[in-house]
């Protein structure tokens, strides 16, 4: 990996580190804390700088990011390093064991970790918290996961069928995934990691090999999210029913082959495909069957799944995002399904990404 790169990475898992810190502040203290990685480019500039509030008060620091502090002679370098700085400043970190909390607290150096603990003192401010521990916080140094579960499928998802998404905050690329903020965090730390993503010095992120991913998605969704999917299975002696359905009516959008069909206008469906608001599925759900006179049938052609995506990541309302219709078609192991679905990886998925 080259210096740059590595850098970058280094600054994301940076900003990741802070994020985290500051959100467990805030749930044990109510403390309120924004901040911003800075631009290090010497061995002497911190690595961010954080306003802390609280009744009324505002608290500024600079900060040194250490994902792992695990020994007393790296708190000693960290106290030195501060000390050069000269203005109220602090450690983040990942977790202080009780011991080493106790010796930055003799060293008068303040700290915050993302479990929660926290050593702040101020005038108008005191705050010693240790032997907070929440394992699953460990998630800095672990192994890439892969696109293994639902939630990594929901997020990769939407960044992939809205490309401007990238840059946007976490709180709304949560809000677009249907998943909450920290799984947000979280799977954009995988894809860093993974090397499918990357985050310049003023934290504007780029999704890299976006096909590669699409793919990974497509092989990873049958079954690590479509079958989590409340479904149902129908069939209808009008073959053609599909063609009168007004889908905006039904708060609904068609997957598969119908969506393929309404791409290029061009085929003709054998299957019909259709996810719907999860909301409202059952609802809706009877209204189709006593609109066409659909009957339950486990091998019938119309299958209705509840909807996994927000309908702001439709770039057609009422046709699924194409990465679904590309996944959706690579599952029915049919040969004219696999061509269609690679004229919409050709066409829909890589040119998003990849704009002239």
């Known amino acids: 990996m080259n210096e740059s790169v590595r850098d970058i990475r280094s600054y994301e898992l940076g900003s990741r580190l802070l994020e985290d810190a500051l959100h467990a502040l805030q749930e044990k203290t109510q403390i309120q804390g924004g901040g911003a990685p800075l631009a290090v480019t010497t061995h002497h500039q911190p690595d961010a700088a954080v306003d802390l509030s609280i009744d009324g008060q505002c608290y500024h620091y600079l900060v040194e990011c250490k994902n792992k502090v695990d020994r ?21 970190t990942e977790y202080l064991s009780k011991e080493l909390a106790s010796y930055c607290q ?33 998630q800095y140094e672990r192994a890439p ?10 997020v990769v998802f939407a ?12 709180k709304e690329i949560a809000a677009m995934s249907n998943v909450s903020l920290g ?28 096909r590669r991913l699409a793919e990974e998605w497509a092989i990873n969704f049958p079954l690590a999210l479509r079958t989590k999917l409340n479904r149902y299975r129908f069939t209808c002696p009008d ?36 996810y719907v608001d999860p909301k409202h599925g059952r609802d809706l759900i009877g209204r189709l069957v006593k609109t066409y006179r659909l009957r339950p049938d486990p091998h019938g052609q119309i299958e209705i ?8 990541v439709e770039s057609v309302p009422g046709i699924a995002p194409p990465l679904a219709v590309y996944a959706d078609l690579l ?7 696999k061509e269609t679905a690679q004229l919409i990886m050709e066409k829909f998925i890589e040119p998003s990404h990849y704009p002239d």
């Open 72 to 92: 007393k002679v790296q708190i000693d370098q960290i106290a030195l390093k501060l000390q050069q700085i000269g203005t109220p400043s602090m450690l983040v």
């Open 183 to 210: 799984t947000a965090h979280n799977v954009l730390g995988e894809l860093l990691r993974r090397g499918y993503l990357i985050a310049d010095v003023k934290n504007t992120r780029t999704l890299l090999e976006p």
């Open 331 to 337: 599952g029915l192991m049919d040969p004219r399904a």
């Open 106 to 138: 003799t060293l008068g150096l303040q700290f915050i970790d993302t479990h929660g603990n926290a050593y702040l003192r101020a005038p108008g401010l005191f705050i010693y918290t240790t032997g907070e521990k929440n394992e699953y916080k460990h």
């Open 145 to 154: 996961k892969g696109l293994t579960n639902q939630a990594a499928l929901r």
């Open 159 to 170: 960044l992939l069928s809205k490309p401007e998404l990238i840059k946007g905050t976490f």
């Open 305 to 312: 799944l509840e909807r996994f995506w927000s309908p702001q």
């Open 239 to 274: 073959p053609s029913w599909w063609e009168s359905v007004n889908i905006a009516d039904f708060h609904a959008s068609w997957g598969s082959e119908v969506a393929a069909t309404k791409m290029f206008r061009h085929l003709k469906p054998s299957t019909q495909t259709m």
